[in-house]
């Protein structure tokens, strides 16, 4: 039979600290001794979430150039899981 894990302000703070560092779910529950889904409950009751990271800059699509027709990354977008799958680009068609 398992045992009933006592929670403490201490040990909370633990948990607090071991995520806010960055660590998954299952570091902090090896770090506590303790079960995965213990260490999971306790953190969704304190909220004990990872801090959100934010990206420094993130490109728009005002940021580049447009790409040119034919270019490898927009003809695979457009034919991927069609007939067209893995054939070069038709440049030039209309000549």
């Known amino acids: 039979m398992r045992q009933k894990v006592i929670w403490t302000d201490a040990a909370d703070d633990r ?4 995520r806010f560092a ?3 779910w299952d570091q902090v529950a090896k770090e506590l001794e303790l079960g995965r889904n213990t260490v999971l409950e306790r953190g969704r ?3 004990a979430r990872r801090p ?3 990206a420094e800059h993130v490109v ?3 940021d580049r150039p447009a790409l040119p027709p034919g270019h ?3 003809w695979s977008l457009l ?3 069609t007939v067209l799958a893995g054939q070069p680009y038709p440049y030039p068609v209309f000549l």
């Open 79 to 81: 034919t991927d899981g």
């Open 15 to 18: 948990l607090r600290e071991l």
């Open 22 to 24: 960055g660590l998954t």
């Open 60 to 62: 728009s699509a005002g």
């Open 72 to 74: 490898p990354i927009m």
């Open 45 to 47: 009751r304190i909220r």
């Open 52 to 54: 959100v990271v934010r």
